[in-house]
């Protein structure tokens, strides 16, 4: 039984890495308004580099997207 748990883990850590790899990168400077509703981006979220979207409008894009 000690397999199955260990296979189960081991899958579960592949799908994880897997996820991150393909995560989005972004790249270029960070809008200061969300180009969508014009709200202020956070400074720690324009870190990121490339941000367009505040944190609202990039999860609703993202659920139209799946």
């Not at 850590?13 to 960070?30: D, H, K, P, T, V």
């Not at 014009?38 to 490339?50: H, K, T």
Request: hydrophobic content about 25%; glycine content about 6%.
């Amino acid at each position: 039984m000690t397999d199955l748990i260990d296979k189960a883990q081991e899958s579960s850590e592949y799908l994880l890495q897997q996820e991150i790899a393909n995560r989005c990168r972004f790249e270029g400077e960070s809008e200061k308004e969300c180009v969508e509703c014009g709200e202020e981006i956070p400074d720690r979220r324009r870190a990121l580099g490339g941000v367009k979207f505040c944190i609202e409008c990039q999860t609703k894009l993202e659920r139209k997207r799946r």
